[in-house]
């Protein structure tokens, strides 16, 4: 891939040898199409014409799409309102399921904007009752709690309300997912000391979701030191930097739902 120019707009060959490329390095169907969208959106914000829609890349697709085996993978996510946006713009780049339907999985949101940590329990109490329980069920909340609480009693009671999931929910894959740098933190005008505290905050989950047999979802691609993936509040992601999130939910999602990978 080193061999082609820096062209845009992206010249429709050039996109092909990139599909082929990310075939060869095992990157699913669904992936692919995530970097398609975000392809897509680079050239409809500089009003450019559009080839990742063409009829060649759509077959491109569909034929690898065919490869994969079906799953049913439910997943539902619980949402502050990182996620809110993100879901929004799952359904404008995508669609509700991350078109990851083809692999069986379900996507239901849960949740709403501004959610603290104190919802998790009753959220996921509500979807069970409503819903199919699930086979995977994705953490992404605290953001919002890192001002009003101490590192000790947040770790803590993400920790214990975990630990209670599991006991609820015990043929379900508990997923950690971290919570995500903002350049702005309402509340608090060190920066630096939240960002230390949102580490700690994400390594206490992780242990926790390791700890009842989970998984985590890192985010290294969103760094609070790139500005160009937050919005002007400082705080959501622009439509690049959803993107980037939204790939890193579907590869773990995909990874769940593969032969690889115990459902079990």
Not at 212 to 240: E, N
Request: with cysteine; glycine share 4%.
């Amino acid at each position: 891939m080193a061999a082609l120019g820096d062209l845009w707009p992206a010249p429709l060959d050039h996109i092909m040898l990139f599909i082929a490329y990310l075939s060869r390095q095992s990157r699913t169907a669904s992936t692919i199409s995530s970097y398609m969208a975000a392809l897509s959106f680079i050239h409809k914000i500089n009003n450019w014409s559009d080839p990742s829609h063409t009829f060649l890349v759509t077959k491109a697709l569909e034929g690898m799409k065919r490869l994969r085996p079906q799953k049913d993978c439910r997943a539902p996510i619980t949402i502050d309102s990182i996620i809110y946006w993100a879901h929004r713009s799952a359904l404008r780049l995508l669609n509700r399921h991350l078109r990851l339907e083809q692999q069986g999985v379900h996507i239901n949101w849960m949740g709403k904007r501004g959610m603290k940590w104190h919802n998790v329990l009753t959220t996921v109490s509500k979807n069970i009752r409503n819903f199919p329980v699930p086979r995977i069920l994705i953490l992404h909340v605290g953001g919002n709690d890192l001002i009003d609480y101490t590192t000790s009693m947040l770790c803590a009671k993400i920790e214990y309300d975990i630990s209670i999931l599991a006991q609820w929910l015990p043929n379900t894959i508990i997923i950690w997912s971290d919570i995500l740098p903002r350049l702005y933190w309402r509340g608090s005008l060190n920066i630096k000391a939240i960002e230390k505290k949102r580490k700690r905050v994400n390594r206490s989950g992780r242990r926790s979701a390791f700890l009842v047999g989970g998984r985590v979802i890192h985010h290294q691609d969103i760094t609070y030191d790139c500005p160009s993936l937050f919005r002007a509040d400082k705080v959501h992601l622009t439509d690049v930097g959803n993107a980037l999130f939204l790939n890193n939910l579907q590869n773990e999602l995909e990874l769940c739902a593969s032969n690889s990978f115990s459902m079990s």
